[in-house]
T-cell receptor, first 111, second 114 residues
Framework: DGGITQSPKYLFRKEGQNVTLSCEQN?????MYWYRQDPGQGLRLIYY???????QKGDIAEGYSVSREKKESFPLTVTSAQKNPTAFYLC??????????FGQGTRLTVV | GQQVMQIPQYQHVQEGEDFTTYCNSS?????IQWYKQRPGGHPVFLIQ?????EVKKQKRLTFQFGEAKKNSSLHITATQTTDVGTYFC??????????????FGRGTQLTVWP
């Protein structure tokens, strides 16, 4: 089945630690996106990539990093520079002018 | 910069009542999309509107795209408990440097009392 897979579903991070969220898609979509969702805030764009080996900052990129070495994969690293990382993270892929397909999300909590 | 505003933020209705959420963009959109997110879930695509003045229906849901392609609405007739969730609009900018980027509204969280 075609789709987009995020892992893990739940992630706990200690203060000062970097963590990486995985996002894989087999839809053959060029564009991939990372969003952060906080209660009452909607979806805020962290980073997006429209082609392999290229990506752009979204509205809240500080404290995050990404890579796009393969078309299928777009991992997000939450670095220690992100002071308030507890949130629900959603990965999506899309064909230009088409619909976005979302993964199931990763809920990150700082402990 | 590009902004998409959505109102209301919350709506509580009794089962059987109607519900409407509104979306406004600061600039002209190439298309607008609507998504539904159930509690604890992820956003799921509902529909895409492309043409100026377009109206589309899905059973009890009616979607409209304004003539100027800057606003949109989602209307649910006779809500049911299965309609519970957060409804997001997302606009895609006209062709330019932000090609392929969706601008999401903050969403309207719908609660339906039985």
């Amino acid at each position: 089945d075609g789709g987009i897979t995020q892992s893990p579903k739940y992630l706990f991070r200690k203060e000062g630690q970097n963590v990486t969220l995985s996002c894989e898609q087999n839809l053959n979509h060029d564009a991939m996106y990372w969003y952060r969702q906080d209660p009452g805030q909607g979806l805020r764009l962290i980073y997006y990539s429209q082609i392999v080996n290229d990506f752009q900052k979204g509205d809240i990129a500080e404290g995050y990093s990404v890579s796009r070495e393969k078309k299928e994969s777009f991992p997000l690293t939450v670095t220690s520079a992100q002071k308030n990382p507890t949130a629900f993270y959603l990965c999506a892929s899309m064909v230009n002018w088409g619909e976005a397909f979302f993964g199931q999300g990763t809920r990150l909590t700082v402990v | 910069g590009q902004q998409v505003m959505q109102i209301p933020q919350y709506q509580h209705v009794q089962e059987g009542e109607d519900f409407t959420t509104y979306c406004n963009s600061s600039t002209t959109l190439s298309n607008i999309q609507w998504y539904k997110q159930r509690p604890g879930g992820h956003p799921v695509f509902l529909i895409q509107l492309v043409k100026s003045g377009e109206v589309k229906k899905q059973k009890r849901l009616t979607f409209q795209f304004g003539e100027a392609k800057k606003n949109s609405s989602l209307h649910i007739t006779a809500t049911q408990t299965t309609d519970v969730g957060t409804y997001f609009c997302a606009g895609e900018a006209d062709r330019g440097s932000t090609l392929g980027r969706l601008y999401f509204g903050r969403g309207t969280q719908l609660t339906v009392w039985p």
